[in-house]
């Protein structure tokens, strides 16, 4: 009988599959077809997997359009058929682009080339950039004396200076190419991926650009030219009267623009802290109430509901089209005209369904949106909305409602007022929470942070934005028709509304795991770890953990810290610091210790010398000592001999400077530490030079290291040589910028550790190394480089 059964088991199996598409199909087919094209995406996006799951797609496909039962299935596999399909021949166009893989021959090294192809209009978030253009490439020469080769790819170019794009047409281009820049820490921003998402391939640094042919019809270079005028023209209206509110006005135009450059990092992230950030850029937030204010105004000036649909769509498209065509407004744009078309037409829209259409349209135009964090969170969150905040609403129907033995004619009017606000508070509360629920494996997926309090900011947040779009309007209205009394005053309150979002924003980040991250990571990890990040420009920044908590060894400039030391930390779980250790006064090495500070006020340890009393009063440690006393509890400074207890069987040991050391250089001033760690020591020089080294070597003659790591001093690479014949250390990690003379990593080091047999590891092709640190021993792996290196722990 098992023998008999077991060929009926795979026909049963697809009957069920196909029963259960169908019974889903039948209420939303639209969304179960959007599932499929994603389905297809993923495939396709992974080559290995694509050709065999595209033979199998045919032969299922097939067979199910034989059976008539069976066709809404078969409907669904086409359709993961075609996505994937679409998507490979995207991912070809980018990854095996014939201008990548002669970059990729010269090991990503910068070439020269010339370029003969169109110029469009760069734009970064909302606005051009005037400085950068992408180039649809038609032709590509490598040398003078080589031919031209005919290609198809995309670039972005950096323009010479002085250069404007203000002509369509084709433009012959010479420079410097190369491929984008790599991620080389954890968490850092990917511009290959980014590039290769984006339809570009390449980076042209450009010291040439010729116009070839100008191009008269250009429909889409011009309309960016108008959207880009429309946004001045936008921004000028909302900022008339505002012009001593700049932090209001920032927050303005990032609402109603998308233009969240203009807005401070602070005021960025008590947004985003708050989980409220949706609100300080376009969303389809933003698109849903212009609608609902453009539908109201319409109806105000006697139009009725057919005739006003027309323009409700151009003002919504016009509007999503102004402000970038941003995944969130394209969606939002396409899911009201959809909706709209089924009020003109008598036809009822199920939101589901509506929000299937809306992905297959948008994916099919690209299908690289898929991979956006834009695209996955207006999906995600809107689709959690729809499923979740109505059946959320059903368990406060009791507290909603008048008393049921009550008849509602015989209400009184407090009673009824009352059932509103429970009936909007009801309503907010309910889609904060689906809408939370659904970004949750997003937000936590790409940005490695949860903030449990947004349920609670935006219920606050969402309406005051409402009510700052709609004088957003209001202005704008008053503007066209040259009433400036009008437009000032709706700009002064919307300047009132921005500063009660930014007061909520900030107080609801500041209560306590208002936002946390977390270390989801299955592996058991070392009882201790050094992590030493990769930054440019000579930076330096470390992560220690030892047990359960965490120190940094300097955390470099601001830029540096939000781009790579933070979101680095977001990785690691990382919520609050035990300590920072800022090593000198380099802007590269603390400029951002004052953003380091508020993750749970951490203790900071400087050396005796610091803050120097002939830097300027701008300088890192001096702004930082206005906000934290010098020799308090929250401020230590240490000299040689002295120790930084870490635990019971770790610590810090300080081998330099001594109070009477008079170094008039920053990078001479700065903290040599030797950590002792598991019975390993690692040595870390920061920017010392030679003046350093001579002090070193005459008070601790017997200095010895597993691990050395050292920087770049400004103007002194000499006596490294000694001090590695001295300490003997078992392998080297440098800090390396080969863009500058002063940060490049010393001939003299590379042959004295060849000379030596010591492992010399160069971060900035390495990567960030990571050092993980137990009873056995060191094992060092790298972020960028394969392989690691195991040191046992000596005898």
């Known amino acids: 009988m098992e023998t008999a059964a077991a060929p009926d088991l795979i026909p049963s199996i697809w009957q069920r599959l196909g029963s259960g598409i169908n019974a889903i199909g039948r209420k939303r087919p639209l969304l179960v077809l959007a599932l499929a094209a994603v389905a297809g995406i993923l495939v396709a996006d992974h080559p290995r997997t694509a050709t065999g799951f595209l033979a199998c797609t045919l032969a299922v496909a097939a067979v199910m359009l034989a059976l008539r039962r069976q066709r809404p299935a078969a409907c669904c596999l086409l359709t993961t058929l ?87 047409g084709t433009y012959e281009l010479s420079g410097r190419l190369a491929l984008p820049r790599q991620a080389m820490n954890p ?46 023209w936008m921004s000028q209206a909302i900022a008339l009267g505002m012009e001593d509110r700049p932090e209001e006005l920032s927050v303005l135009l990032a609402m109603a623009l998308g233009a969240s450059g203009q807005a401070g990092e602070e005021i960025e992230d008590a947004f985003r802290n708050s989980g409220t950030l949706h609100v300080f850029a376009v969303s389809g937030l933003h698109v849903v109430m212009l609608a609902g204010v453009a539908s109201l105004a319409l109806q105000c000036l006697g139009a009725g509901r057919s005739r006003s649909i027309p323009a409700i769509l151009v003002i919504v498209f016009a509007y999503a089209f102004i402000t970038g065509w941003r995944p969130s407004a394209a969606r939002a744009a396409f899911m009201i005209a959809i909706v709209l078309a089924g009020i003109r037409w008598n036809r009822r829209g199920e939101l589901q369904n509506s929000l299937g259409l809306a992905a297959l349209v948008l994916l099919a135009m690209d299908t690289q949106q898929l991979f956006q964090p834009g695209f996955q969170l207006s999906f995600g969150v809107l ?48 889609t904060s929470a689906a809408a939370w629920i659904g970004s949750l494996p997003l937000t936590f997926g790409h940005f490695r942070t949860l903030a449990p309090v947004a349920v609670l ?80 420009n000579g930076g330096s920044a470390a992560h220690l953990k030892v047990r359960d908590e965490h120190w940094l060894i300097d955390c470099g400039n601001e830029r540096a810290w939000r781009r790579i030391v933070e979101p680095g930390l977001r990785q690691e779980g990382v919520n609050q610091l035990r300590g920072i250790i800022l090593t000198h006064a380099d802007s590269a090495h603390a400029g951002s210790a004052h953003l380091a500070f508020q993750r749970g006020g951490p203790r900071l340890h400087t050396s005796v010398l610091e803050p120097w009393r002939r830097d300027s009063s701008r300088s890192s440690l001096r702004a930082l000592a206005r906000e934290v006393p010098v020799d308090s509890l929250h401020w230590h400074r240490h000299q040689a001999g002295g120790q930084i207890k870490l635990d019971a069987t770790a610590r810090i040991e300080v081998l330099h400077p001594m109070p009477h050391d008079i170094l008039d250089k920053g990078d001479d001033r700065a903290l040599v530490l030797l950590l002792h760690l598991h ?117």
């Open 187 to 232: 968490g850092e921003f990917d511009d290959v991926a980014h590039g290769l998402r984006n339809g570009w391939v390449a980076v042209l640094m450009a010291d040439e650009a010729r116009l070839r042919q100008a191009q008269h019809w250009a429909p889409g270079f011009h309309l960016q030219r108008l959207a880009e005028s429309s946004r001045q």
């Open 457 to 536: 900011a935006n219920m606050i947040v969402v309406p005051l934005s409402g009510l700052n779009l709609g004088l957003s309007c209001l202005s704008l209205l008053a503007a066209a028709f040259g009433l400036s009394t009008l437009q000032t005053g709706a700009n002064l309150l919307n300047s009132w509304l921005a500063a009660a979002m930014m007061s909520s924003a900030a107080w609801f980040a500041s209560l306590p795991g208002s936002s946390f991250t977390l270390d989801l990571r299955l592996e058991k990890p070392a009882p201790a770890c050094l992590r030493l990040f990769q930054l440019p």
């Open 679 to 795: 019975g390993l020591r690692i040595l870390m020089l920061s920017d010392a030079g030679h003046a350093t080294f001579t002090r070193l070597l005459q008070r601790h003659p017997g200095l010895r290291c597993d691990i050395l790591v050292r920087g770049q001093h400004r103007s002194d690479h000499d006596g490294l040589d000694e001090l590695l014949r001295v300490t003997k250390p078992r392998a080297v990690i440098s800090t390396s910028d080969s863009r500058f003379i002063e940060e490049r990593l010393p001939d003299s080091l590379r042959q004295d550790c060849a000379t030596l047999g010591i492992p010399l590891i160069n971060l900035e092709t390495a990567g960030c190394t990571r050092i993980d640190l137990a009873d056995s021993g060191a094992r060092l792996s790298f972020f960028h480089e394969p392989g690691e290196i195991v040191l046992p722990r000596r005898p």
């Open 82 to 168: 075609f996505f994937m399909v679409h998507h490979a021949g995207q991912v070809r166009q980018t990854r095996q682009n014939p201008v990548r893989q002669h970059l990729l021959d010269h090991q990503g090294e910068e070439v020269f080339a010339e370029l003969r192809g169109t110029l469009h209009p760069f734009q970064s978030g909302t606005s051009l950039d005037p400085t950068r253009a992408l180039c649809s490439v038609q032709e590509v020469r490598w040398s003078q004396a080589a031919g031209w080769q005919p290609v198809t790819a995309g670039v972005q170019v950096f323009l010479p200076r002085g250069f404007a794009l203000k002509q369509a």
């Open 383 to 430: 689709w959690a909305i729809a499923a979740l905040a109505t059946p959320l609403m059903q368990k406060l129907r009791g507290w909603t409602e008048l008393d049921p033995f009550l008849p509602p004619s015989l209400a009184s009017f407090p009673a009824i007022l009352t059932r509103w606000f429970r009936r909007q508070a009801a309503g907010l509360s309910c």
